[in-house]
Nanobody
Framework: QVQLVESGGGLVQPGGSLRLSCAASGSIFRIYAMGWYRQAPGKQREFVAVITSGGSTNSADSVKGRFTISRNNAKNTVYLQMNSLKPEDTAVYYC???????????????WGQGTQVTVSS
């Protein structure tokens, strides 16, 4: 069994900061890319940022310069540092990872349960 558990969401004022964490646990042989997606009310889930096992990153234009993705491979954890938050960043943020479990020859997509981020004064 493999699971992703997020933490760090909450309510923050515009211009504020939050740091999300997502820890992968279970029968993990290898973790490939890890990333974050978000879904605002009434909208489709959208890509936020991704980081490869080697540390290469990419992010959506809407968050470039404000959000930073990083990971600690020893802890199987990915982070999303969110600065200069705007009301339009309000959404449920989901962690995603491509993981090869022990005993399997392919990697699979895994998702966290989501954590709410609300940016409001």
């Amino acid at each position: 069994q493999v699971q992703l558990v997020e933490s760090g969401g909450g309510l923050v004022q515009p211009g504020g900061s939050l740091r999300l964490s997502c820890a992968a646990s279970g029968s993990i042989f290898r973790i490939y890319a890890m990333g974050w997606y978000r879904q605002a009310p009434g909208k489709q889930r959208e890509f936020v940022a991704v980081i490869t096992s080697g540390g290469s990153t990419n992010s959506a234009d809407s968050v470039k310069g404000r959000f930073t993705i990083s990971r600690n491979n020893a802890k199987n954890t990915v982070y999303l540092q969110m600065n200069s938050l705007k009301p339009e960043d309000t959404a449920v943020y989901y962690c995603h990872a491509e993981i090869r479990p022990y005993g399997k020859i392919y990697e699979y997509d895994y998702w966290g349960q989501g954590t709410q981020v609300t940016v409001s004064s």
